[in-house]
């Protein structure tokens, strides 16, 4: 079955059904797996892409960096194995009209064979790596160029921050990676690494956007970057929920238009980072903090903003976000 025809069955499994007027609709888009659910949400949010970004599933800070360069090429991040890409993940590529399959990570993230089964397939690939997370970080930040940088307002040429070893609370940020065109480099909580410090001077930066709150990201590391020369804000709350509302705050203030939000499980990263692309540039990510109860903080949110979101879309079949969640986001939103 083709992708297309796995989508619509998907939809029809899990979706809910199509909103009346003046009701709250909420769409659930899912697979069996997370390679079919990301495969799922790069066909509804892209009629084609000549590009694509590939990320390893079970490990997400190759795949947080990646929103940023399938934003350069308004494209979507897919998943693979470590040593394969998936059916689904290959359809979705096909459906697209995909020509140009960035890979990121080295061989130790996605192996050879990967790159292998792409081209065999008619795919050009472009391998963007490093030494490690944080060189692969960077080496994604610098793949669309210098000019490419996008600015916080008056700030100048801003980057996103986040923990490379701990990357939950920057499961929110691909909206603002993907449509600010805010690069996304990776930090230890202590301390700066070498290739995160020379991508800065590199690119120009002179706002970071730290994503996480001090067991994240520490004020060690907020002030080497002031003693730089930068500017930084902190975007964060008491656990991963809290600051994916924090995050969708600095999206609304930023001036983009809400009418939908975008919910993941919190638990489940390969659905959040597939989401940042689907939902830029203005819808935000928020987390679910449980299967059956989404959770006070993210409810809250969408409640105070009920009155301009019409739309939730849930990544992830009732497994990770369950009926009584979506009850409760229905709810939500209807204020």
């Not at 603002?176 to 990776?186: H, I, R, T």
Request: charge should be neutral; include cysteine.
């Amino acid at each position: 079955m083709r992708l297309g025809g796995l989508l619509l069955v998907f939809l029809v499994a899990f979706g809910a059904p199509a909103a009346a007027a003046g009701s709250i609709d909420v769409r659930r888009l899912a697979g069996p797996d997370r390679f079919t659910t990301a495969a799922a949400l790069a066909v509804d949010r892209f009629a084609s892409a000549s590009d694509a970004v590939l990320a390893r599933s079970d490990d997400p800070a190759d795949a947080l960096a990646g929103s940023y360069v399938a934003g350069s090429h308004i494209g979507p991040v897919l998943l693979a194995e470590q040593r394969s890409v998936p059916q689904a993940t290959l359809e979705a590529f096909r459906s697209l009209g995909v020509r140009k399959v960035r890979v990121l990570g080295g061989t130790g993230a996605l192996g050879p064979e990967v790159v292998a089964q792409l081209q065999a397939a008619g795919f050009t690939v472009e391998r963007v790596s490093g030494a490690d997370r944080y060189e692969t970080a960077a080496a994604v930040a610098r793949n669309s160029g210098v000019a490419n940088v996008g600015v916080r307002s008056s700030r100048g040429a801003t980057v996103l921050l986040a923990n490379g070893l701990l990357p939950a609370d920057a499961l929110s940020a691909g909206p603002l990676a993907f449509g600010q065109q805010w690069p996304v480099l990776l930090t230890t909580a202590g301390s700066l690494p070498a290739p995160t410090r020379q991508a800065l001077d590199d690119l120009g930066i002179r706002h970071v956007v730290v994503v996480g709150g001090t067991a994240a990201v520490s004020e060690a590391v907020v002030a080497a970057l002031q003693r730089s020369g930068r500017t930084v804000e902190r975007v964060a709350g008491t656990d991963r929920e809290r600051t994916a509302t924090a995050v969708a705050d600095l999206l609304v203030g930023i001036g983009e238009p809400l009418t939908k939000v975008e919910v993941a499980a919190a638990s489940s990263f390969a659905d959040a980072l597939a989401l940042g692309p689907h939902a830029a540039p203005a819808a935000p990510v928020l987390l679910c903090h449980a299967v059956d109860d989404c959770g006070a903080a993210t409810l809250s949110w969408i409640t105070a903003h009920s009155a301009t979101v019409d739309t939730v879309v849930i990544a992830g079949g009732a497994g990770v976000v369950g009926p009584a969640a979506e009850t409760q986001l229905r709810a939500a939103a209807g204020g």
